[in-house]
Each structure stands twice: as C-alpha cells, then as structure tokens.
Nanobody, 116 residues
C-alpha cells in the first residue's frame, strides 16, 4: 500500500512562485513513476508533470518552461516548483504514483490559488 501526502499549496499573486511537495510512504519501487495532476472547477483532471526514478521528466505544454518537477528517491518525495504562475494555474493539485499493472495512487490534493 502507498500513501501520498501533499503540502505547499496556498495563495500567490500572478507571476509569483510556489513549491509543492509530496511525501510517499509504504512500498515505493524504482519502477514507480511519480507526478502531479491538477483539476480546476468544471474541468477534467489534467496531467501536469511526471518523473521517473532515473529523473526522466515530462510536462504538459501549458506548464513547460515554468514548472519543474524533481524527485528525491532517498526521501520518497517529489516536488513541483512552479514559477511565473498565472490565474489559469488555479486548481487542486494532486500527487500521483503510477506502477505497472496497478491502479495509480493519489494524494488528497492541495489547493493552489493564483490571483491578485
């Protein structure tokens, strides 16, 4: 079993930075891909970024150049550094862990609000 706990959400003005953290507990394996998704009111959940244990990353086009995902394998923690935030980045951000032949694990979510 895997538990994911996000932290770091909050309110920020447009153009500002925010850093999210996600601590994973339980059985974590090197094949696990960790990532962040987000869901704004009335929208479907969107995959924002992913990272493998080896450091290979992917990003949604909407966040490329502004967001950076990183991972500390020793701490089983994944981070999302968000810079140049826009009002359209406002959403609940969810940490997730994907493993072959298993349903993905999800955290409880953390709210990010970008407004002036």
């Amino acid at each position: 079993q895997v538990q994911l706990a996000e932290s770091g959400g909050g309110w920020v003005q447009p153009g500002g930075p925010l850093r999210l953290s996600c601590a994973a507990s339980g059985s974590i394996f090197s094949i696990d891909v960790m990532g962040w998704s987000r869901q704004a009111p009335g929208n479907q959940r969107e995959l924002v970024a992913t990272i493998t244990s080896g450091g290979t990353t992917t990003y949604a086009d909407s966040v490329k150049g502004r967001f950076t995902i990183s991972r500390d394998n020793a701490k089983n923690t994944v981070y999302l550094q968000m810079n140049s935030l826009k009002p359209e980045d406002t959403a609940v951000y969810y940490c997730n862990l994907a493993r072959p032949r298993r349903n993905p694990y999800w955290g409880q979510g953390t709210q990010v609000t970008v407004s002036s």
